[in-house]
Each structure stands twice: as structure tokens, then as C-alpha cells.
């Protein structure tokens, strides 16, 4: 059984772990294989510097004490952008289908309105339909296209710029 919750300092050395199986299963995330290198104790505090502003977090999936997936919401740091969050998902290939994406949006929503946050945003490669679906399917729309924003093997990609105001 997966279960959904915030990330704890605990899971510093997982989260490693989880970031770079994610960038060898996948080519839509943003680091290429071997571009991660945060150490564990890096992590360690990255993850308390998370924990200690009201507009960030990290939901993590769990299964049986391993990290599979996990999204992050990382709002702004001046007043004009604290109710806005930049949004990060990723969920290893194992576990794709199986509805951890919409549960994790889901967390993300009421975790976002109990901090009376306003706008979620995130960006996808055009390419990326799964992706897509499950953006539109959570209530975000597509705002504009970034033409050329990503050099992957080899050749620029166009990525979506999509958001969701919470009403």
C-alpha cells in the first residue's frame, strides 16, 4: 500500500536515491543521468530549509519504507510570489498507472488551500502526453509554449507552461 505524505529529514538519503533512479528511467525530468549530486547531508538541508517556509513542501509516495515518487511545491520567496508554487513530479516507471500522480495533485491541492496559496504552475515538454493528460485531468490549462527551452539528446524541446488558479 503507497501512502502519501510530507517529506521528513529521515527520508534525506531515499529522496537522493529517488531523484537519481528518476533521471536514468526518464528523459522528461530535468537533470540528465549523473547530473545529480547532492550528498545526503546536502539533502538533509535542503529539506529542513523546505520544512521552514509555509508556501514549500515535499509530498512524498511511500511503499513498504522505500520513496517512489514524490512532487514538490516550492513557492516564492517575495510577497508579490508567496502565494504562487512551482510544481515538480516525478514517479518511478514501476509505479506509472496506478494513480499516485492524481493522489499526489490531490494532497498538493488541500495541503495548498489550507495556506490559502493561489496558483500552482508547473512546465512539461510538449511531448510529454501522459504528462499532459494528467495536468489537464488535476485543472491546469496550457498558458503558452517556451519554443527551444531544453537541449535533450541533442535537440531543443519545446516545453508548455501550465497552471492552476485555486479558486
Not at 549530486?37 to 523546505?50: G, L
Not at 509516495?61 to 508554487?85: N, Q
Not at 496558483?119 to 512539461?124: D, K, M, Y
Amino acid at each position: 500500500m503507497v501512502r502519501i505524505r510530507e517529506i521528513e529529514e529521515a527520508d534525506d538519503s531515499g529522496f537522493v536515491e529517488l531523484r537519481k533512479t528518476l533521471d536514468s528511467e526518464t528523459r522528461f525530468m530535468l537533470r540528465e543521468p549523473g547530473e545529480q549530486t547532492m550528498t545526503v547531508e546536502e539533502q538533509r538541508r535542503w529539506i529542513k530549509a523546505i520544512q521552514a517556509r509555509d508556501n514549500q513542501t515535499i509530498l512524498v509516495a511511500e511503499d513498504g519504507g522505500k520513496l517512489v515518487g514524490f512532487l514538490s511545491a516550492i513557492g516564492g520567496e517575495y510577497r508579490r510570489r508567496s502565494r504562487t508554487v512551482h510544481v515538480v513530479i516525478g514517479i518511478l516507471q514501476a509505479y506509472s498507472g496506478r494513480g499516485l500522480g492524481t493522489q499526489l495533485f490531490e494532497e498538493l491541492e488541500r495541503w495548498s488551500r489550507a495556506r490559502d496559496l493561489h496558483r500552482l504552475e508547473l512546465t512539461v515538454m510538449v511531448h510529454n502526453e501522459r504528462a499532459i493528460r494528467l495536468y489537464r485531468k488535476m485543472g491546469f490549462v496550457i498558458e503558452g509554449t517556451k519554443r527551444h527551452s531544453l537541449l535533450v539528446d541533442g535537440a531543443y524541446v519545446d516545453e508548455y507552461v501550465m497552471a492552476r488558479i485555486l479558486a
